[in-house]
């Protein structure tokens, strides 16, 4: 099992910046491609950036392309997301998700993953 908790939402104006963390425990053994998700009310769960923990590959959605960076650090377990730029369609519950031990990111189903709670990013216009 592992268990995830993310932290570093809030409200910000548009143009701002946002760090989210994801902080990692239990069985984090093993490479395995970790993401960034976000969702809104009505909408289905959109992946918005994941990384592979073994190599450091990476995919970024293309409305996020340029403004996000998704990186991690291996030795605090502890998975980031660092927002820049902005925008009030930004808004949205980001949630970070483990993959499966040694899956690669193109592999790995998300649904039978590890889940955190979410953290709330607000960006108003």
């Known amino acids: 099992q592992v268990q995830l908790v993310e932290s570093g939402g809030g409200s910000v104006q548009a143009g701002g910046s946002l760090r989210l963390s994801c902080a990692a425990s239990g069985d984090t053994y093993g490479s395995r491609c970790m993401g960034w998700f976000r969702q809104t009310p009505g909408k289905e769960r959109e992946e918005v950036a994941s990384?592979?923990?073994?190599?450091?590959?990476?995919y970024y959605a293309d409305s996020v392309k340029g403004r996000f960076t998704i990186s991690q650090d291996n030795a605090k377990n502890t998975l980031y997301l660092q927002m820049n730029s902005l925008k009030p369609e930004d808004t949205a519950m980001y949630y970070c998700?483990?993959?499966?031990?040694?899956?690669?990111?193109?592999?790995?189903?998300?649904?039978?993953?590890?889940w955190g709670q979410g953290t709330q990013v607000t960006v108003s216009s």
């Open positions: 990384i592979w923990t073994g190599g450091g590959g990476t």
């Open positions: 998700a483990a993959g499966t031990p040694w899956r690669t990111c193109s592999g790995t189903w998300w649904p039978s993953g590890y």
